[in-house]
């Protein structure tokens, strides 16, 4: 008998959408650097928009059933995806660009809400930390992504605090827009009403204002059913209903190198009786 080991192996309407993915980055990349009057002539936006129809379909568990093995490459599409997405956003950041781009937006978050989905499938429950892991990436980067298309389209000066979601089963995004006005500036409290949440000060925000010249968003999301594959699996199952929610925030693109009196604080609610546990600690998930 001869054993083929198919762990690696892709199934090929994955590989060949990639593949066409990759074929419009390189193009993109190809003309970015070019004259380009419009959007038309740096990139054809409707096979963009083909392509990734094509990716929320194909992921969508209702319909189909998506391998474990197959996620290396969804999430290969999606980094391109959202790499694409801010390219074109940065050559024009236009209102009119992001107003194109924000259908393709929408098809990205109900990708990601299909994959988030999928996890609760129990031929999820042995995939490799590394895929949770670059599923968390591609979730962090497009809410940053989302959040830089909102400046675009807004393009004003900023009075009052913007508030824009993205509400899908098991994904939520929320970009917020601050006063122009420092003295305006609020504290950022995400979720408002959920026993854990993420404080951001408005020192810190205005303080990252200043070092980048502009007005940034803050972008927070809330994943369902991804925390339970970035840690060990036997100790996510034995502790049931513990680490099925993620939490997070962040200001802007660059890292928030906080001001003295910009504490940020973790609120957390205990999953069960913690009386006898000791030593807690708080981690954050570090890419790098």
């Known amino acids: 008998d001869i054993l083929i080991n198919i762990s690696q192996c892709h199934t090929m309407e994955f590989v060949i959408l990639n ?3 990759k074929d419009l980055h390189d193009i993109l990349n190809g003309n970015v650097n070019e004259s380009c009057k419009d959007l038309t002539t740096l990139f054809d936006i409707k096979e963009f928009q083909v392509v990734i129809e094509e990716l929320t379909r194909l992921t969508d568990q209702t319909k189909t059933s998506v391998l474990p ?3 290396s490459m969804i999430n290969d599409a999606l980094s391109t995806i959202i790499s694409i997405t801010n390219t074109v956003n940065r050559k024009f950041h236009t209102n009119e660009t992001a107003t194109s781009l924000g259908p393709i937006a929408m098809k990205v978050s ?3 809400d299909n994959l988030l989905s999928g996890l609760r499938s129990e031929s999820f429950l042995n995939i490799k930390m590394n895929a949770a892991e670059d599923l968390l990436r591609n979730i962090d980067n497009f809410a940053v992504a989302v959040g830089d298309l909102l400046v675009s389209a807004t393009n004003t000066n900023y009075t009052n605090t913007t508030i824009s979601t993205i509400t899908t089963k098991n994904l939520v995004i929320s970009v917020q827009l601050l006063p122009d006005n420092p003295a305006l500036v609020n504290d950022v409290v995400f979720p408002e009403d959920h026993h854990t949440q993420i404080f951001i000060p408005s020192t810190a925000i205005v ?4 070092l ?7 972008v927070n999301f809330i994943a369902y059913n991804l925390p339970q594959f970035l840690g060990d699996q036997l100790e996510s199952k034995m502790n049931g209903k513990a680490g099925n929610l993620l939490i997070s925030s962040r200001i802007s693109k660059s890292s928030v190198e906080l001001p003295d009196n910009g504490i940020v604080m973790l609120k957390f609610n205990h999953t069960g009786n913690v009386t006898n546990i000791v030593n807690l600690q708080c981690v954050f998930w570090n890419f790098s």
Do not use: F
């Open 212 to 218: 980048e010249g502009v007005n940034v968003p803050v």
């Open 69 to 71: 093995r197959d996620l």
């Open 207 to 210: 303080h990252q204002r200043n």
């Open 110 to 112: 109900a990708t990601i």
């Open 19 to 21: 593949d066409k993915i």
